[in-house]
């Protein structure tokens, strides 16, 4: 997950009447950054789990994907948001 100092800049339209193809390059912008956060954040919590030596690091690798999953579903959220005005 990045560090709140190298949060990648995500494009939102730059007037309240955007037009469509700048919203959808916005929103190709958008579903690229979620897909490479959710593959990196998969093969890195596979192989803490994958690795782990009991049930406490497999069930701490476990929470910490779905805290990751849920800041991800609330950035999506956010970010629509701001289009859909």
Not at 58 to 71: D, H, P
Request: aromatic share 2%; glycine share 4%.
């Amino acid at each position: 997950m990045s560090l709140p100092s190298n949060v990648p800049a995500l494009a939102v339209p730059q007037s309240d009447v955007a037009d469509e193809e700048e919203i959808s390059r916005c929103l190709e912008g958008a579903a690229e950054l979620v897909q490479g956060f959710a593959e990196r954040g998969a093969v890195s919590a596979l192989d803490i789990i994958l690795a782990a030596n009991g049930e406490s690091e497999a069930r701490q690798a476990a929470e910490a994907v779905l805290q990751q999953t849920a800041t991800l579903q609330d950035e999506v959220s956010r970010f629509l948001s701001l289009t859909n005005k």
